[in-house]
């Protein structure tokens, strides 16, 4: 990180009669003099990582703002293994830790977030599936993590699998998740953000998904085929605005599994900056053992490794999220 010339400048200085042997040095805190002059210790990549990872392990240590109106983003992208659930699960623990109040709503029959978040999910549990039919309310399903008293997830279980089906024959079979998560709910919880994690696939839970929510959030990966299928996932974003949700649409889209190692990285990135513009963020999610590692002990990255790359990316990528909902807010001003 500090391999440039910056890091090989002499200890040596001239010799200073005035200075003597009772010289008490400045405090390392403030900001150096001379040519480094208003330069701190955060300025620097590894002091700004080390303050990145002590929120981590202090929460409440740094508070972001809190968005005037609740925010819901749906987690989409019909290709698998884009990073949907690693993005909902890290990005509502950077939020949580910063001191935002999330719900993840798992709608994926894997239950991959559920596990990620530490709450159980094992068939009997209500789950998103008993909530989409109507055998339970928001209450009776939403459990607390363990890892974080602001972060709270609807878990899925294995019996989601077969709820495709069963809502094909249901009323209002597009506007279930949305007519369940009622706004007394949320303001009874003071959600400041709903995650709701969705399969790899354009069916009713998706779309369920998709009118439930105002905002989408697509993950590409910075791999060759970053946008093929992008296209049929936006076509349906644009049908359920037109028939089911006119509020809707992508506010933000994240780079994930990015590799500074190889041009192709930069290449789709450049790709996908050019397509949607502003709507991308800043922060790319690097590949990272520690991200693939943390679900296999029911944790997030910033809960398993706070100090690695991963934890560090999506704990920006939280943080810029929530400074375009304060910008958004005073545009709005």
Same mark, same amino acid.
């Given at each position: 990180m500090s391999g440039g010339p910056e890091a090989t400048v002499s200890r040596e200085?001239?010799?200073?009669?005035?200075?003597? +042997?009772?010289? #008490?040095? =400045?405090?390392?805190?403030? =900001?150096?003099?001379?040519?480094?002059?208003? !330069?701190?210790?955060?300025?620097?990549? !590894?002091?700004?990582?080390?303050?990145? +990872?002590?929120? /981590?392990?202090? =929460?409440?240590s740094v508070t972001l703002p809190k968005p005037e109106r609740r925010r819901m983003l749906t987690i989409a992208n019909q290709k698998g293994g884009v990073g949907k659930t690693t993005t909902a699960v890290n990005l509502a623990s950077a939020l949580a830790v910063q001191g935002l109040t999330v719900l993840v709503v798992d709608l994926d029959p894997q239950g991959n977030a559920s596990t990620a978040l530490g709450v159980p999910h094992h068939s009997g549990v209500p789950s998103s599936y008993e909530l989409l039919i109507g055998e339970v309310t928001p209450k009776e399903a939403v459990q607390q993590s363990p890892h974080s008293e602001k972060l709270y997830c609807i878990p899925a279980t294995i019996d989601l699998a077969g709820a495709e089906i069963e809502l094909v024959s249901m009323v209002a079979r597009e506007n279930r998740l949305k007519n369940a998560l009622s706004a007394a709910f949320l303001s009874e919880l003071d959600v400041d953000f709903v995650l709701v994690d969705c399969p790899p696939s354009l069916g009713l839970l998706t779309v369920n998904a998709l009118v439930a929510a105002n905002e989408v959030l697509i993950p590409i990966q910075c791999e060759y085929y970053a946008l093929e299928g992008v296209g049929q996932l936006l076509r349906n974003i644009e049908l359920v605005k037109?028939?089911?949700? =006119?509020?809707?649409? #992508?506010?933000? #889209?994240?780079?994930?599994?990015?590799?500074?190692?190889?041009?192709?990285?930069?290449? /789709?990135?450049?790709? /996908?900056?050019?397509?949607?513009?502003? +709507? /991308?963020?800043?922060a790319v999610i690097p590949r990272s053992v520690k991200v693939s590692e943390a679900p296999g002990y029911g944790m997030t990255v910033l809960d398993y490794d706070p100090g690695s790359r991963g934890a560090m990316s999506y704990l920006d990528a939280g943080r810029e999220l929530a400074a375009r909902t304060a910008s958004t807010k005073a545009q709005e001003n």
């Open positions: 200085t001239n010799h200073d009669p005035s200075r003597s +042997a009772d010289h #008490v040095p =400045p405090n390392q805190d403030e =900001p150096a003099s001379g040519p480094y002059e208003g !330069i701190t210790l955060e300025d620097t990549p !590894i002091g700004a990582a080390a303050q990145r +990872a002590s929120q /981590v392990l202090h =929460p409440g037109s028939h089911l949700n =006119p509020e809707l649409h #992508v506010s933000t #889209v994240l780079l994930t599994m990015y590799d500074g190692r190889t041009k192709l990285a930069d290449q /789709v990135a450049e790709e /996908v900056r050019g397509h949607f513009g502003d +709507a /991308v963020l800043r």
